[in-house]
């Protein structure tokens, strides 16, 4: 009898472990993105990040603009994984080849990193936290605000080319789509506003602008800066692959401040993107905000990036790690 009993009881424990919930949406011993994710399996890799992306930004300024076009790139098509950074294969097209990539480059710095972290921790740290964390470490050398980034991110083994143009907005595309883009991914419309002072740093090719001056010049643009664009774009279709490219804001164009809004408030704004931004009811009371005060731009893209950067990332035994950024490892 005391046998049976026993056996009744085990069984009533096994069936019990069998039916717990699972763990939201983790595996077991997965934690998923927290701070500092690195301090016990390679504790100097933020460190060494940070001095790569100081070290490439004083050779070749640029890179800045690099870092922070990838995180946008990268994490708003379905996952913070590093998909961006793949290259093509005979069958699958890269994503950094497609159309809306076109004036993307220094994808070869981020070798540059990952090799020096690899050097100090081989196979430990993703492609994805070196993408997010270059982008944060960019911002900083912009003299944009320090935003405490969470890292655990594992690498995506495929291209996401196929779906691009499904989840990453047209700066030809009304302000209602980039809106709703945005929404999808937890993100509301200060922080739209906020992210899209990232116009404020970088350069536009004369490939993006030339339908706003040829056949005719679109009147909403400041005649002022008009003389200048048409200066920088004097063709109605431009080499894609010339250097000809009109300064985001030629005020501060090293610089990642709230001039951008001040700018486009006077109908500087390069993109069309930018000008609806700037006039458009849902977003215009924002953006009069950030040119007022830089410090609740800062506090609004910082809120913004942390949002873009934890979107729907690998972690845990997902992906993998990658060792090269531009090749799935199964392709080694």
């Known amino acids: 009898m005391g046998a049976r009993i026993i056996f009744f009881f085990a069984l009533l424990s096994f069936s019990a472990l069998s039916l717990r919930p699972a763990f939201g949406d983790n595996e077991e011993g997965d934690t998923g993105l927290i701070m ?46 590093a998909s961006l950074l793949l290259d093509s294969t005979r069958r699958v097209l890269s994503e950094k080849e497609t159309d809306r990539s076109f004036g993307m480059r220094n994808f070869r710095y981020v070798e540059t990193i990952k090799e020096a972290v690899e050097r100090e921790c081989p196979g430990v740290v993703s492609c994805a936290d070196i993408l997010v964390l270059s982008a944060r470490d960019g911002i900083v050398a912009l003299g944009g605000p320090f935003i405490p980034l969470k890292t655990g991110r594992r690498d995506g083994r495929k291209s996401r080319a196929d779906v691009l143009e499904e989840y990453l907005p047209d700066h030809n595309e009304s302000i209602s789509v980039v809106l709703d883009r945005f929404a999808s991914m937890g993100i509301d419309t200060p922080g739209v506003v906020a992210l899209l002072g990232a116009h404020s740093v970088g350069r536009t090719h004369c490939v993006k602008l030339v339908h706003r001056l040829y056949p005719e010049v679109d009147p909403v643009l400041n005649p002022d800066h008009v003389e200048h664009m048409l200066h920088k774009c004097p063709d109605a279709l431009p080499d894609p692959k010339a250097v000809q490219y009109v300064r985001n804001d030629r005020g501060t164009p090293m610089i990642l401040d709230n001039n951008y809004y001040r700018n486009i408030l006077d109908n500087k704004g390069l993109l069309i993107v930018d000008h609806q931004l700037a006039t458009d009811k849902r977003t215009k009371p924002y953006v009069k905000k950030m040119a007022k005060s830089q410090g609740y731009f800062f506090k609004e893209f910082s809120r913004a990036i942390t949002i873009l950067s934890e979107n729907n990332p690998l972690t845990g035994n997902k992906g993998e790690i990658r060792k090269q950024c531009n090749v799935a490892n199964k392709l080694h």
Do not use: G, M
């Open 36 to 81: 500092n994710f690195y301090k016990d399996t390679c504790p100097q890799a933020e460190d060494i990040i940070k001095e790569q992306v100081k070290l490439l930004y004083k050779r070749h300024k640029n890179t800045a603009f690099s870092w922070l076009r990838n995180i946008f790139h990268d994490c708003a098509v379905q996952s913070c994984d």
